[in-house]
Each structure stands twice: as C-alpha cells, then as structure tokens.
C-alpha cells in the first residue's frame, strides 16, 4: 500500500466530493462517478451494476477527483489501486457514506461495499 502524503490526505477528507471510478473488462474501459470515503489509508466505496462485475473481473482501478468553484478547478487527484469486494461489511460503508453526503440512514441498501488498497496518488493544486 502506498503512503498517502498528508496534503492529499487533507483533500480527500475536506468535504463531499464525487469520484469518478475508472474499471476495465475486456479491454474497455468504464467510469461512472460515486461517493466515496477515505480511511485509515484506504479508499472505501459502495457500487452495484457494471461497475461491481468489472472489479470482480479486473480489480485494478483508478479514481478522479477533482474540486471546483463556479467552474474554476482548484485541486485534482487521480488514485490508482486494486479494489477488492468486502460484501459483509456492505451496510457498514453504505452507512458511513450516506452519512458523509448526507443521503437518508437505509438509502442505497442494495449496494455492495468495496475497498480499494491504494497503489499510487497523484495530485495538484491551481
């Protein structure tokens, strides 16, 4: 696992943002944006559907980041990594990110969790 510096680590923790998750399967590339929560040095992340099939077929991901203000971009991150479903602790991270983006306590039951160990970080600052 890779060490997050602590200025990205700031990033990742500073408010809701939406991700984008970039999978692979069969030589295609998919991303599609979702929640996401950044603990003890892992990302964790709760999907179903397209996404869910490609990690369990290829785990090797990567997330996009990015923070703007009225359109003017003021940080981006790209974090590359191999996901790995954790279906026993799904409602645990559907809890914690419905709380962190304030959704209702039981929305997204049906989503199953995934935690991604991280591989490598890039990120800037404008």
């Known amino acids: 696992m890779a060490s997050v510096p602590d200025e990205a680590e700031d990033l990742l923790t500073s408010e809701p943002l939406v991700a984008h998750l970039a999978t692979c399967r069969d030589g295609r590339p998919h991303a599609a944006p979702l929640w ?10 709760a999907t179903t559907g397209e996404k869910l099939e490609n990690i369990r077929h ?3 991901v990567a997330l996009s980041i990015q923070k703007a203000e009225d359109g003017d971009p003021q940080w981006g991150m790209t974090v590359r990594g ?5 279906k026993s602790e799904s409602e645990r991270i559907t809890q914690r990110l ?7 306590e039981d929305a997204w039951q049906e989503n199953t969790g995934v935690r991604i160990e991280i591989g490598s970080v890039d990120y800037w600052t404008y």
């Not at 996401?36 to 992340?45: A, K, S, V």
């Not at 191999?82 to 954790?86: E, K, M, N, S």
């Not at 419905?98 to 209702?104: D, S």
């Open 36 to 45: 996401y929560l950044y603990r003890d040095g892992l990302i964790e992340i």
């Open 58 to 60: 290829n785990p090797a």
């Open 82 to 86: 191999t996901a790995d479903v954790i």
């Open 98 to 104: 419905n709380e962190k983006y304030g959704a209702e």
